[in-house]
């Protein structure tokens, strides 16, 4: 009997050793959707007068810091009347300092749908779009109120060992 329980014991302590270990290390991915505005510059456009944008961004971070997500904008000209530019959807990757993002979009100017690619970082966005009519390329940078994707708080997680009874 006095075996048994002894086994009971060590095996308990055990299971409870390795439940506590992973428990301690368990943590939950962070999803954040972001608002934002922000400021564009194109080689297309060559003054300094930059176009405007609103947009959302849709971002999970995982306890590696690991970032996926989405990205959806709007483009406004600036000047004398607020005039819409174009929209852009893009699937975004990478970490929480940056990410590089991929994307369509279409553009109310040109009436042509566009492929963008580019990179993104806080408060900073750099790209090129490729207008298919008329075909060719077209460079910005952005400047906007996008801060790092929202960090993974790893929490320890409370273990609760099993009872020891009769058997």
């Not at 904008?73 to 993002?101: C, E, H, I």
């Amino acid at each position: 009997m006095e075996h048994l329980l002894m086994k009971k014991i060590l095996k308990n302590t055990v299971w409870g050793g390795v439940l506590a270990l992973i428990g301690g290390l368990a943590s939950a991915d962070v999803t954040q959707d972001k608002a934002y505005v922000g400021l564009v510059w194109t080689l297309e456009n060559s003054s300094f007068m930059p176009d405007a944008v609103v947009g959302l961004r849709h971002a999970k971070t995982t306890a590696g810091a690991d970032v996926s997500g989405y990205d959806v904008s709007a483009r406004f000209k600036l000047g004398g009347t607020l005039t819409f530019d174009s929209v852009r959807a893009v699937y975004l990757d990478g970490k929480r300092t940056s990410q590089w993002q991929a994307g369509l979009g279409y553009s109310a100017k040109h009436q042509s749908a566009f492929g963008t690619v580019g990179t993104s970082a806080e408060y900073l966005k750099l790209g090129l779009d490729y207008l298919v009519k008329p075909a060719k390329f077209d460079a910005f940078v952005e400047l906007n109120t996008l801060e790092k994707p929202a960090e993974v708080k790893s929490e320890p997680v409370p273990v609760v060992q099993p009872a020891l009874g009769p058997g």
